[in-house]
T-cell receptor, first 115, second 115 residues
Framework: AQKVTQAQTEISVVEKEDVTLDCVYE???????LFWYKQPPSGELVFLIR??????QNEISGRYSWNFQKSTSSFNFTITASQVVDSAVYFC????????????FGSGTKLNVKP | EPEVTQTPSHQVTQMGQEVILRCVPI?????FYWYRQILGQKVEFLVS????????KSEIFDDQFSVERPDGSNFTLKIRSTKLEDSAMYFC?????????????FGEGSRLTVL
């Protein structure tokens, strides 16, 4: 069965600190996709990144970076030099590559960035 | 940039009343979804819809729920007789056909409060 675990329920940092949000997943599929979504206080879900299971290259986008390690079934998300606008709930999600019908979301990590 | 739009943004209703949540998916998308997020909890899959029929539904999606695509643009979720536990944020999502990357494009959500 598919499962996504985000063990950190809430993290507080001071602006400009780096912060890593952890995501561990379980799946029996060999082909799957992993996602990160951001949910700001306004409530919408904003897509951040998609990773397929065959691509273990780390990715950097501005202050955001993602570390995908199949060996530990983890897909961690790092924000460098955090800003107050990064305050949000961040969700990690998993979908089977051949059945995009169902996304399995983690329980989310609430990030508080204080000035 | 095209986006998924949802109405209403917030609805308050009495227990036992019928509620219809509306969504306009991105115009060239073929797959449509409803997800639910009870306050402070994870985002959960409700139902997927393709080619004018339900392709998959979760155990949450019982007989009280129905979906419809009444015309070429709208996608609705109906809750026939609301219960207190239906209070949640309901997200509509869509994605392109098989040529897509699996990313779900979410609307901003409709918050349902059942009193």
């Amino acid at each position: 069965a598919q499962k996504v675990t985000q063990a950190q329920t809430e993290i507080s940092v001071v602006e400009k600190e780096d912060v890593t949000l952890d995501c561990v997943y379980e799946t029996r599929d060999t082909t799957y996709y992993l996602f990160w979504y951001k949910q700001p206080p306004s409530g919408e879900l904003v897509f951040l990144i998609r990773r397929n299971s065959f691509d273990e290259q780390n990715e950097i986008s501005g202050r955001y970076s993602w570390n995908f390690q199949k060996s530990t079934s983890s897909f961690n998300f790092t924000i460098t030099a955090s800003q107050v606008v990064d305050s949000a709930v961040y969700f990690c999600a998993l979908s089977e590559a051949y059945n995009f019908n169902k996304f399995y979301f983690g329980s989310g990590t609430k990030l508080n960035v204080k000035p | 940039e095209p986006e998924v739009t949802q109405t209403p943004s917030h609805q308050v209703t009495q227990m036992g009343q019928e509620v219809i949540l509306r969504c306009v998916p991105i115009s060239n998308h073929l797959y449509f979804y409803w997800y639910r997020q009870i306050l402070g909890q994870k985002v959960e899959f409700l139902v997927s819809f393709y080619n004018n029929e339900i392709s998959e539904k979760s155990e949450i999606f019982d007989d009280q729920f129905s979906v419809e695509r009444p015309d070429g643009s709208n996608f609705t979720l109906k809750i026939r007789s609301t219960k207190l536990e239906d209070s949640a944020m309901y997200f509509c999502a869509s994605r392109p056909g098989t040529s897509g990357t699996g990313e779900l494009f979410f609307g901003e959500g409709s918050r349902l409060t059942v009193l």
